[in-house]
């Protein structure tokens, strides 16, 4: 009998962008493809990918397997995340906000395909400088990689919750 893995079932995947690459040869051109993957499990875990190969389908489904083997645990505050961060790569940088219940993901299409696979439900994003889908997908991952929650804080600054939670100086 094989074991399945019931996490395995549930995965989000989304293509982000698909690019066609010609390479110029004797006879003529060369045509393969690049497809940018991202794959989530709606519950805090996301992981990207670039597939290549002469088919479309074909670059797709190397992506989707190389994505689940590169996911991140993103640490998530109910539908949100637990504070505001930056995420940069190359001339790409990517502001996460958290926002309200009912806001939902103010996101452009590569952020926003990695919002939804991560599970998050509402948040505020802003795309600066270069918006090429390979580098903002890259700096949003490097943003939710950054984000830390409040008891992994708790446990670098050596203190409990509770002492976290009161403001100093009352």
């Not at 996490?7 to 004797?26: F, G, N, P, Y």
């Not at 940018?36 to 670059?59: F, Q, T």
């Not at 948040?123 to 992994?152: D, F, M, Y």
């Amino acid at each position: 009998m094989i074991a399945v893995d019931s996490s395995q079932l549930q995965m989000i995947d989304k293509v982000v962008h698909i690019s066609r690459v010609a390479k110029v040869v004797k006879g003529g051109r060369r045509f393969s493809f690049s497809a940018i993957v991202v794959v989530g499990d709606g519950a805090g875990k996301v992981g990207y990918s670039l597939g290549k190969a002469n088919e479309v389908p074909e670059a797709i489904r190397k992506g989707m397997e190389s994505a689940k083997r590169n996911m991140i645990d993103v640490p998530l505050k109910e539908t949100t995340i637990p504070h505001e961060v930056l995420g940069q790569f190359g001339a790409s940088s990517v502001v996460l906000k958290p926002a309200s219940p009912g806001t939902g993901v103010i996101a452009g299409g590569a952020v926003r395909a990695i919002m939804e696979a991560a599970g998050i439900h509402d948040i505020l994003t802003k795309c600066i400088g270069s918006r090429n889908p390979h580098n903002v997908v890259k700096a949003t991952v490097e943003g939710l990689k950054r984000l830390r929650s409040v008891e992994q804080v708790s446990k670098t600054r050596g203190k409990n919750i509770l002492e976290e939670a009161q403001p100093v100086g009352f």
